[in-house]
């Protein structure tokens, strides 16, 4: 893949959704996050399957609101990057779900990322900005 590709990055492991777009590996163009803890506080912790739900909820709107406040187009994404686990089974069937129709859709390739190593990348990627 390009140097430069623009890559739209999607998550719903747990109890948020979010979705960035990431430019070359290096540079975060936006941050989109959705929170679901008002939805889980009576419970005491996340509930699965409510989790589940306010993914289905939330994808949509914080992919485009990704897109929105970067300026950019689903037509300019590169390619397609899903959380694929560890995780809430519900909630990251929810989320590759959505990615591998958009992926589809689109025509951009779909990537799998591990969500340990999300975290690690993360840490390497705000070191950059």
């Not at 999607?10 to 070359?24: F, H, K, M, P, Y």
């Not at 909820?57 to 950019?72: D, E, G, I, N």
């Not at 519900?90 to 025509?107: M, N």
Request: aromatic share 4%; charged share 15%; proline share 4%.
């Amino acid at each position: 893949m390009d140097k430069r590709a623009l890559i739209l990055g999607i998550e719903s492991s747990c109890d948020e959704t979010a979705a960035a777009l990431v430019r070359g590996g290096e540079e975060l163009v936006s941050s989109v996050v959705a929170s679901q803890i008002a939805t889980h506080l009576p419970y005491g912790g996340v509930v699965p399957e409510l989790a589940s739900r306010e993914h289905l909820r939330s994808l949509v709107p914080v992919t485009r609101a990704a897109l929105t406040k970067a300026q950019l187009t689903y037509a300019e994404v590169d390619a397609i990057a899903v959380t694929s686990g560890p995780g809430l089974a519900g909630a990251l069937l929810t989320g590759i779900s959505f990615a591998k129709s958009l992926a589809w859709a689109l025509g951009k390739p779909l990537i799998a990322v591990n969500h340990i190593e999300g975290h690690i990348h993360a840490v390497l990627l705000e070191q950059r900005q």
